[in-house]
């Protein structure tokens, strides 16, 4: 198995740490807002990630954290902690606001079929770890401590930029001196934050009440779950600098051998444009509920994780066009095995050389392998699926349709998590017919306004817009969007 190690910026063969055994720490969200599609691409590929080293016979162990205290709106360690913010925004508890989005995030990574995480730890929970891990680094000489405030000492630390290949010198032209900062020098960052009066969230520390610095948690909860050495580390692209240089630099200046691999997924755009978390209009329950889950896992699959990946309405159409392909062949195999189930016991049986879908578990494997080539193992999905078409219009065996079944079983359902019960059981297919019944309505609506029976036709614009659905008239015909419901107007 070749992955792409951003450490060394270079494909390499992974070596386990521990024969068949495989520790992955994914950077999660920061829990204080709705999370949107760019929260997606992360979870959806590490989940595959994970179900790929499970189908190659290795025991996963898969840690994602919630961030709910100490990410700040400002990267110079200054402004306010985004859930505070967020909590007074809402009139609710900080860890009520964490609370709220950490279940919207969940319920729409269900809805992607992503499952959970073995262990998702809480940085507020780990305030006593991390509190550790902040009195080592002071008792090595690489942090200090201003006035309730400990930092750490990037000047120390000889290893600082192993990660990003950013030299100190670029850091500090782009970096804000504060005024008001009390470090010794622009590039050290918080262990440990001095609470100011008012400030919620707060723990007592041998240096006052104060709060954890965001990049201590992920140092503290990775190497307490995975141990001090573990084999990858996974964020988004935006993570290299500073969060992930400073993880780097806290858990080795504090003797832990920390990742051997660390992968990093690229930016979402939005028809060509970096998306932009203000924008709002991509929040990931508007989009599960227009497009299922199912959909919007395929389509981010679609694209390789270090590639950017573009979203629009139309790439996203295609996509579920696409998807329908391949869930109708599976759909159509799964009829035919359920009516002959002897067969796929006699095919699983079999020997691989008797398989006939040898070749494209090969391909499909080679493509996985490289780096996790998910385009090209769909591409290979497309391949059978035109071939076992091609047969079952033909009437073939049982047996050869059994090998198909199982073929899909072990790609498409297992390893990438597009079709089967999952995919099946999703608003996919309430999609789909939601799709159908507002055509069907539309189509009514035109043909009223065509016969000019505008009160008709305006009745069923007016109904639609009170259940929360907008048509729109584009080239392509009618669409349609959900949208805030209409007060009914009574006469
Ligand atoms: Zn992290």
Same mark, same amino acid.
């Given at each position: 198995?070749?992955?792409?190690?951003?450490?060394?910026?270079?494909? $390499?063969?992974?070596?386990? !740490?521990?024969?068949?055994?495989?520790?992955?720490?994914?950077?999660? #969200?920061?829990?204080?807002?709705?999370?949107?599609?760019?929260?997606?691409?992360?979870?959806?590929?590490?989940?595959?990630?994970?179900?790929?080293?499970?189908?190659?016979?290795?025991? *996963?162990?898969?840690?994602?954290?919630?961030?709910?205290?100490?990410?700040l709106t400002d990267d110079a360690d200054e402004g306010e902690?985004?859930?505070?913010?967020?909590?007074?925004?809402?009139?609710?508890?900080?860890?009520?606001?964490?609370?709220?989005?950490?279940?919207?995030?969940?319920?729409?990574?269900?809805?992607?079929?992503?499952?959970?995480? @073995? +262990?998702? #730890?809480?940085?507020?929970?780990?305030?006593?770890?991390?509190?550790?891990?902040?009195?080592?680094? !002071?008792?090595?000489?690489?942090?200090?401590?201003?006035?309730?405030?400990?930092?750490? @000492?990037?000047?120390?630390?000889?290893?600082?930029?192993?990660?990003? =290949?950013?030299?100190?010198?670029?850091?500090?032209?782009?970096?804000r001196?504060e005024?008001?900062? @009390?470090?010794?020098?622009?590039?050290?960052?918080?262990?440990?934050?001095?609470?100011?009066?008012?400030?919620?969230?707060?723990?007592?520390?041998?240096?006052? @009440?104060?709060?954890?610095?965001?990049?201590? $948690?992920?140092?503290?909860?990775?190497?307490?779950?995975? =141990?001090?050495?573990?084999?990858?580390?996974?964020?988004?692209?935006?993570?290299?600098?500073?969060?992930?240089?400073?993880?780097?630099?806290?858990?080795?200046?504090?003797?832990?051998?920390?990742?051997?691999?660390?992968?990093?997924?690229?930016?979402?755009?939005?028809? =060509?444009?970096?998306?932009?978390?203000?924008?709002?209009?991509?929040?990931?329950?508007?989009?599960?509920?227009?497009?299922?889950?199912?959909? !919007?896992?395929?389509?981010?699959?679609?694209?390789?994780?270090?590639? *950017?990946?573009?979203?629009?309405?139309?790439?996203?159409?295609?996509?579920?066009?696409?998807?329908?392909?391949? &869930?109708?062949?599976?759909?159509? !195999?799964?009829?035919?095995?359920?009516?002959?189930?002897?067969?796929?016991?006699?095919? &699983?049986?079999?020997?691989?050389?008797?398989?006939?879908?040898? #070749?494209?578990?090969?391909?499909?494997?080679?493509?996985?392998?490289?780096?996790?080539?998910?385009? &090209?193992?769909?591409?290979?999905?497309?391949?059978?699926?035109?071939? *076992?078409?091609?047969?079952?219009?033909?009437?073939?065996?049982?047996?050869?349709?059994?090998?198909?079944?199982?073929?899909?079983?072990?790609?498409?359902?297992?390893?990438?998590?597009?079709?089967? /019960?999952?995919?099946?059981?999703?608003?996919?297919?309430?999609?789909?017919?939601?799709?159908?019944? +507002? /055509?069907? *309505?539309?189509?009514?609506? &035109?043909?009223?306004?065509?016969?000019?029976?505008?009160?008709?036709?305006?009745? +069923?614009?007016?109904?639609?817009?009170?259940? =929360?659905?907008?048509?729109?008239?584009?080239?392509?015909?009618?669409?349609?969007?959900?949208?805030?419901?209409?007060?009914?107007?009574?006469?």
């Amino acid at each position: 198995m070749q992955l792409y190690n951003t450490l060394t910026r270079q494909k $390499e063969t992974f070596v386990p !740490l521990s024969e068949g055994h495989v520790g992955i720490y994914v950077c999660g #969200p920061t829990v204080y807002s709705e999370p949107h599609i760019g929260n997606a691409r992360g979870p959806v590929f590490f989940d595959v990630i994970r179900r790929w080293f499970e189908h190659e016979g290795y025991r *996963v162990r898969y840690v994602s954290n919630i961030t709910d205290v100490g990410h700040l709106t400002d990267d110079a360690d200054e402004g306010e902690d985004k859930l505070a913010k967020r909590a007074k925004l809402e009139q609710l508890e900080p860890m009520e606001i964490a609370e709220k989005y950490f279940w919207r995030y969940f319920d729409a990574m269900t809805a992607l079929g992503v499952r959970r995480p @073995d +262990i998702i #730890p809480r940085a507020s929970g780990h305030i006593t770890e991390q509190l550790t891990m902040t009195q080592t680094l !002071l008792e090595r000489g690489l942090a200090y401590e201003r006035g309730g405030n400990v930092y750490f @000492d990037v000047s120390a630390w000889g290893g600082y930029g192993e990660l990003s =290949g950013r030299k100190a010198d670029d850091q500090q032209e782009g970096t804000r001196v504060e005024v008001r900062s @009390d470090k010794d020098d622009p590039r050290d960052f918080a262990l440990w934050k001095r609470a100011e009066a008012g400030h919620i969230m707060r723990w007592p520390s041998p240096w006052g @009440d104060g709060f954890p610095g965001w990049h201590l $948690e992920c140092s503290v909860m990775s190497t307490k779950y995975l =141990g001090d050495t573990f084999d990858i580390h996974g964020g988004g692209l935006d993570l290299i600098f500073p969060h992930h240089e400073c993880e780097i630099a806290q858990a080795k200046g504090a003797g832990k051998g920390f990742a051997n691999y660390w992968l990093h997924w690229n930016f979402l755009t939005f028809g =060509g444009e970096k998306m932009a978390k203000s924008k709002g209009a991509l929040a990931l329950s508007e989009l599960i509920a227009q497009h299922g889950g199912v959909a !919007l896992r395929f389509h981010l699959l679609s694209a390789h994780y270090r590639s *950017v990946s573009d979203f629009s309405d139309e790439s996203l159409y295609a996509s579920k066009q696409g998807l329908r392909r391949l &869930q109708d062949t599976y759909t159509e !195999l799964t009829r035919r095995t359920d009516a002959q189930p002897d067969a796929e016991a006699d095919a &699983q049986a079999g020997t691989p050389r008797d398989d006939p879908f040898a #070749p494209y578990r090969d391909r499909f494997a080679a493509a996985m392998n490289d780096d996790f080539n998910t385009p &090209q193992a769909v591409a290979v999905l497309f391949d059978s699926s035109r071939n *076992v078409n091609a047969a079952l219009s033909k009437n073939p065996n049982a047996g050869f349709v059994a090998a198909a079944k199982a073929f899909f079983d072990e790609t498409a359902r297992d390893v990438l998590g597009i079709v089967g /019960e999952q995919a099946d059981g999703s608003a996919e297919d309430d999609t789909a017919l939601l799709d159908g019944l +507002i /055509e069907l *309505v539309s189509e009514q609506r &035109q043909g009223a306004r065509l016969r000019r029976d505008f009160p008709t036709s305006d009745a +069923i614009r007016d109904r639609l817009a009170e259940l =929360g659905v907008a048509l729109e008239d584009t080239p392509e015909g009618v669409r349609w969007k959900r949208s805030t419901p209409k007060e009914k107007v009574t006469p």
